[in-house]
């Protein structure tokens, strides 16, 4: 059997993370058996549906990296839904009232839902009321035009939230009114929220675009929202060609996944430190001209060897892209923004003189050869002359270079800041009284 999986979304709003694992697995699962994944765009209801929803939902899933091979919208696809409704109204399967038309459903039927991931789930006829199909304005319904779209478009399984289980059995209803054969169904349980209540817009912006302006990496959020709701043993980390190769319906658990950022954010960090860090550079360059002085043109002039460095040296103690540029403002800054006092809390008279002798003595250094290991050299040297070493120095100067007390290692540091900011900084220093 040829596998033909869709992603149905409703263009009313932004992609979220519910909308964007329920597109992953389904992407996963077609990726994985060699089948097609097909983007469907619901938007029969006009007066909710935006052409800058679905601007954001195909944004969205680029920039996640789910790729479609097939791309429909359902207002551009009524002509179908006319023909079969005319169909179903000529065998007495649907009726007209008050200028809609309505599905019959029919007595004392039971409808049996095999259903791939929550297992055999019964309706009784009894149980479901007749639907509108087509509005009295003539657009079609969610159900009827799903249904004719997936049997027209030969999907395979019908994957999707469990918040349209209850949908399922009128769907089959109008397959059986039709003889065709339903596809397979599998129901994704809903992600919770940390107070495990639905998760929605209550719980902050869960939006895709939310995530990527946040400086979460596609990758990271490909894995996390994998594993809401899936598993494999107990790996974690996962890149999407292992997610693709391992993903399985049957792994998908029966109850509902939890949202823990911390977790999103401890994922993405481990794709921070995996990725190729030049790869990395490129992705940074626009939170670097939003969180640091630098512009476009000193950018652009930057050689990217230093760049790369940098983002080396940062992505061990960031998380995101976005804290990864913010912390690296005391490379790009003129001067920094900060007072006095934390370098009071390391300066003395005696170390205030010593950094005062380094920066007159790293002046001296010719720009290509302001670098760690020289710098190492030199500084080293020079505070063995006086009988002094690294740890007398260390931290006033790394408070006085980048305004933090923590920063990648002193000499890198400095490499990365450039010659002509770390002897006017260490000078800084050295002027400061101390108290
Ligand atoms: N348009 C529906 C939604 O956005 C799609 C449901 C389905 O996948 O059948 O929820």
Same mark, same amino acid.
């Given at each position: 059997?040829?596998?033909?999986?869709?992603?149905?979304?409703?263009?009313?709003?932004?992609?979220?993370?519910?909308?964007?694992?329920?597109?992953?697995?389904?992407?996963?699962?077609?990726?994985?058996?060699?089948?097609?994944?097909?983007?469907?765009?619901?938007?029969?209801?006009?007066?909710?549906?935006?052409?800058?929803?679905?601007?954001?939902?195909?944004?969205?899933?680029?920039?996640?990296?789910?790729?479609?091979?097939?791309?429909?919208?359902?207002?551009?696809?009524?002509?179908?839904?006319?023909?079969?409704?005319?169909?179903?109204?000529?065998?007495?399967?649907?009726?007209?009232?008050?200028?809609?038309?309505?599905?019959?459903?029919?007595?004392?039927?039971?409808?049996?839902?095999?259903?791939?991931?929550?297992?055999?789930? !019964?309706? +009784?006829?009894?149980?479901?009321?007749?639907?509108?199909?087509?509005?009295?304005?003539?657009?079609?319904?969610?159900?009827?035009?799903?249904?004719?779209?997936?049997?027209?478009?030969?999907?395979? /399984?019908?994957?999707?939230?469990?918040?349209?289980?209850?949908?399922?059995?009128?769907?089959?209803?109008?397959?059986?009114?039709?003889?065709?054969?339903?596809?397979?169904?599998?129901?994704?349980?809903? *992600?919770?929220?940390?107070? /495990?209540?639905?998760?929605?817009?209550?719980?902050?912006?869960?939006?895709?675009?939310?995530?990527?302006?946040?400086?979460?990496?596609?990758?990271?959020?490909?894995?996390?929202?994998?594993?809401?709701?899936?598993?494999?043993?107990?790996?974690?980390?996962?890149?999407?060609?292992?997610?693709?190769?391992?993903?399985?319906?049957?792994?998908?658990?029966?109850?509902?996944?939890?949202?823990? +950022?911390?977790?999103?954010?401890?994922?993405?960090?481990?794709?921070?430190?995996?990725?190729?860090?030049?790869?990395?550079?490129?992705?940074?360059?626009?939170?670097?001209?939003?969180?640091?002085?630098?512009?476009?043109?000193?950018?652009?002039?930057?050689? !990217?060897?230093?760049?790369?460095?940098?983002?080396?040296?940062?992505?061990?103690?960031?998380?995101?892209?976005?804290?990864?540029?913010?912390?690296?403002?005391?490379?790009?800054?003129?001067?920094?923004?900060?007072?006095?006092?934390?370098?009071?809390?390391?300066?003395?008279?005696?170390?205030?003189?010593?950094?005062?002798?380094?920066?007159?003595?790293? +002046?001296?250094?010719?720009?290509?050869?302001?670098?760690?290991?020289?710098?190492?050299? *030199?500084?080293?040297?020079?505070?063995?002359?006086?009988?002094?070493?690294?740890?007398?120095?260390?931290?006033?100067?790394?408070?006085?270079?980048?305004?933090?007390?923590?920063?990648?290692?002193?000499?890198?540091?400095?490499?990365?800041?450039?010659?002509?900011?770390?002897?006017?900084?260490?000078?800084?220093?050295?002027?400061?009284?101390?108290?």
């Amino acid at each position: 059997m040829t596998v033909r999986v869709r992603f149905a979304p409703s263009p009313t709003g932004h992609l979220h993370v519910g909308g964007a694992r329920t597109a992953l697995f389904n992407w996963l699962f077609a990726r994985g058996k060699d089948g097609d994944f097909i983007l469907r765009i619901e938007d029969t209801d006009q007066t909710r549906s935006t052409e800058e929803s679905i601007d954001q939902i195909k944004e969205s899933l680029s920039w996640m990296g789910l790729t479609w091979d097939e791309y429909y919208r359902q207002t551009e696809r009524s002509g179908k839904y006319e023909e079969k409704a005319e169909l179903l109204l000529n065998k007495e399967r649907v009726y007209e009232q008050e200028g809609a038309l309505w599905f019959r459903i029919p007595d004392g039927e039971s409808v049996l839902i095999d259903d791939l991931v929550l297992g055999k789930v !019964n309706y +009784e006829t009894e149980d479901l009321k007749d639907f509108v199909i087509r509005r009295s304005d003539g657009t079609f319904t969610y159900n009827f035009a799903c249904t004719i779209d997936d049997s027209e478009m030969d999907i395979s /399984h019908v994957m999707r939230g469990d918040d349209h289980l209850n949908n399922t059995p009128k769907q089959v209803l109008v397959y059986e009114a039709l003889d065709i054969d339903p596809p397979k169904f599998a129901h994704f349980p809903m *992600i919770l929220g940390e107070d /495990h209540k639905r998760l929605s817009k209550r719980h902050g912006a869960t939006s895709v675009l939310n995530y990527r302006r946040k400086g979460i990496l596609p990758e990271g959020l490909m894995n996390f929202l994998a594993r809401l709701g899936w598993s494999h043993g107990d790996q974690e980390i996962f890149s999407p060609r292992e997610l693709i190769e391992y993903f399985s319906l049957e792994a998908v658990g029966e109850s509902s996944a939890v949202f823990d +950022e911390e977790k999103l954010l401890w994922i993405n960090h481990q794709w921070m430190k995996r990725k190729d860090p030049e790869e990395l550079v490129n992705s940074l360059t626009k939170f670097l001209l939003e969180e640091t002085p630098v512009s476009e043109v000193q950018l652009n002039k930057l050689d !990217n060897t230093r760049l790369t460095k940098l983002t080396d040296h940062l992505r061990e103690r960031n998380k995101t892209l976005r804290q990864l540029a913010k912390s690296s403002d005391f490379v790009f800054s003129r001067e920094l923004d900060y007072d006095d006092t934390p370098i009071k809390e390391y300066l003395t008279e005696e170390n205030g003189e010593l950094v005062g002798e380094l920066a007159t003595r790293l +002046e001296k250094l010719s720009e290509e050869n302001f670098q760690s290991e020289k710098l190492e050299e *030199i500084t080293r040297d020079f505070l063995a002359s006086r009988n002094k070493d690294l740890g007398d120095i260390a931290q006033v100067c790394r408070v006085g270079l980048t305004g933090r007390e923590v920063s990648p290692g002193l000499f890198v540091t400095m490499e990365l800041i450039g010659k002509d900011k770390v002897t006017n900084r260490l000078s800084r220093v050295a002027a400061i009284t101390p108290t």
